[in-house]
């Protein structure tokens, strides 16, 4: 059975006063939440080593958005797989749709990211999903399976056991408008058909998959309840403690 992996997103919010309040309302109630689930916060950079700090004796776990293919070096603005890890970094989240679309990040790209990330014990998230253009067009199938071809180039199976992919439909970002439940789960049970096919079936059951686009406390029980849907990738609801922890009860345990 996969292991529902509920992670908060918190994208360009929080300073450090924020930061620690929003993991101190967190962090006491976790604990008596679903055990069984996986809980990770994303905050920016800048609040990572102050979350660490707080959530030492926590079951949540810390991830960062985003990080260089490179180890070191002149790169004015980034930040390595060496820095996150030293300030008790997991997972890291990969090839958002914000960085597809505002910072012109290819799957080519992300890819290196993710190598870089797993040859050096980090987690990575890496994130999918297709237009309201595309989706209308019908090319939804042929988006997704270039992009997970893409992000996946190179890496074994072996290595897939610490990827989690996040299926994030661009136009369900920040609009309010999620994926249906059985929209979001057609495209799940084909990233693990995909899966399956470029690695084998036990890779492809194992696979967390989750979902991300407008998760909030009133949709994510009929979400979290698909079957190839194994967690969320939480946006704005990850922003007070109420809604995220609403959502980490919602998930099947
Ligand atoms: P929202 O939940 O705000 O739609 O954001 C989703 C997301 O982009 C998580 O990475």
Redo the contacts with the bound molecule.
Sequence with gaps: MRKQFICG?W?MFKDLVETAELINGLKTEVSSLNPKVTVAVCPPFTSLAIAANLLKDSTIRIGAQNMSPHDEGACTGEISWRMLKSVGCEYV?LG???RRQFFGETNELINEKAKKALANGLKPIV?VGETLDQREKGVTTQIITTQIKGVLDGIGSSDLGNVTI?Y?PVW?????KNATPLQAQEVHQGIRKLIGQLYNWSVAESIVIQY?????PENAKDLLAQDDIDGA??????LKPDSFLAIISAAKS
């Design positions: 997103n994208k989240i958002h749709s914000e994130c996040a994030e369900a970002i920040g609009t309010g991300g686009g407008s998760v909030k990738l939480v946006g704005g609801a990850c």
